[in-house]
């Protein structure tokens, strides 16, 4: 897979979320460089109450509402998230990145998670944006018009059905009962920053 890929196209984002998270399994997440292969997502949409942008736009959550393919970066409980916006411009609609498998700058996501095992380098939201870089400033950055530091490369083809299982998502309290969690089964359990039931 090759970091140098031609960006994923806009069509690709402005679809329905939930597609957009089952699809966005095995592309590379990278931010100068560094990043690795996503193996985990979430979806969220401002029609259920989990989403940020359930209470309409705000200037914290206003990338969430440009048109798909757009970085929305935010922190909680002292660490920072990554998200792609999706769907139409001024949908609130947007895929959270989960967990990845570092495949690129191996040397640099070890020292920013220095202390931390190798398996849990990049398994949760907050993980994964510390090792590649990510920060606050990142946020409302165009993915498909490219020029920033963060790039989003595509898989090398979609995941099989086979390979992938949906759930419900975590570290939430409301509308938990929405199955618009995916991660690959084809990875080693120990990336996951949650076990799923298949």
């Not at 509402?65 to 139409?88: D, K, M, T, W």
């Not at 949908?91 to 700058?105: D, K, M, S, Y």
């Not at 070890?110 to 939201?125: I, K, N, Q, Y």
């Not at 990142?138 to 979609?158: I, M, N, S």
Request: proline fraction near 7%.
């Amino acid at each position: 897979m090759s970091a140098t890929a031609r960006p994923l196209a806009r069509a690709f984002f402005e679809r329905d979320v939930v597609a957009v998270a089952r699809d966005l399994l095995g592309a590379v997440l990278l931010r100068d460089g560094v990043g690795g292969r996503i193996v985990e997502t979430e979806a969220y949409h401002e029609r259920e109450a989990a989403s940020h942008a359930f209470v309409g736009p705000t200037r914290r959550n206003a990338s969430l509402f440009l048109p798909g393919g757009h970085l929305y970066v935010y922190r909680i409980h002292q660490v920072v998230c990554a998200n792609v916006s999706c769907e139409a411009e001024g949908t609130g609609a947007g895929v959270l990145v989960r967990a990845l498998v570092p495949t690129h700058g191996l040397e640099q996501v070890a020292a920013r998670r220095a202390g931390a095992r190798p398996r849990a380098w990049t398994d949760g939201p907050g993980k994964l944006c510390r090792a590649l870089g990510i920060t606050l400033a990142d946020d409302g950055q165009d993915l498909v018009v490219g020029g920033g530091p963060v790039r989003l490369v595509p898989p090398a083809r979609r995941a099989p059905d086979a390979q992938v299982v949906a759930g419900p998502r975590v570290g939430i309290s409301k509308a938990v009962d929405l199955p618009w969690r995916f991660r690959l089964l084809d990875v080693d359990e120990e990336v996951h920053s949650a076990r799923m039931p298949p």
